[in-house]
């Protein structure tokens, strides 16, 4: 089970990369008050992680954090964000605001995970680090995740009507995704 989880990390952290080898977070970035919906919804969650990982840690408690970088990667970053991102990744043009406004967001959600992850799974970290680094030419700042501080969650990313909204959004998918399905 953990080499499960441990792969489905890895995989979602490498989509995640792959789509960042044009990215350079210095001219690149799009202001969090420019991003869509979809965009703010993901750093919500990421605010979300970064502040129940910190609060794990302080409590000792790694069985849970590997089960909410888990629960992160597999429901909110594979089964939503990334599978709804794909189209405009790979088919808008390169300069576009909404696919440098998503790129964005990939580049600060794999890096907070880096860092998050860094004190249990320090390999992968490292790796996820200089990936990072090789592709922005060393815009990160630090040679290696382990000189990093963790994460803060930004309270700009936080929106409860955001969140409500985007619950019912994902009820709403998850029925039409099943009538599709039986069709």
Request: proline share 3%; glycine share 2%; hydrophobic share 45%.
């Amino acid at each position: 089970q953990l080499v499960d989880v441990y792969r489905k990390i890895r995989n979602t952290c490498r989509f995640m990369l792959s789509n960042l080898y044009d990215f350079s977070p210095d001219t690149h970035r799009v202001p969090f008050d420019q991003l869509p919906e979809l965009d703010r919804w993901a750093l919500l969650k990421l605010c979300n992680l970064v502040e129940t990982v910190k609060k794990s840690y302080e409590d000792f408690d790694f069985r849970q954090i590997i089960h909410e970088l888990d629960y992160f990667c597999a429901v909110y970053m594979s089964a939503v964000y990334l599978d709804i991102l794909k189209d405009r990744l790979y088919t808008f043009r390169a300069n576009s605001d909404l696919r440098r406004g998503s790129q964005t967001v990939l580049f600060d959600i794999v890096v907070a995970l880096a860092k998050l992850m860094a004190p249990i799974l320090s390999f992968m970290s490292e790796e996820i680090w200089r990936t990072l680094a090789d592709q922005m030419k060393g815009t990160l700042g630090l040679p290696s995740v382990h000189l990093s501080q963790f994460p803060e969650a930004h309270l700009q990313w936080q929106d409860a009507a955001l969140a409500q909204r985007w619950e019912q959004l994902l009820e709403v998918r998850v029925v039409v995704q099943a009538a599709l399905e039986d069709q």
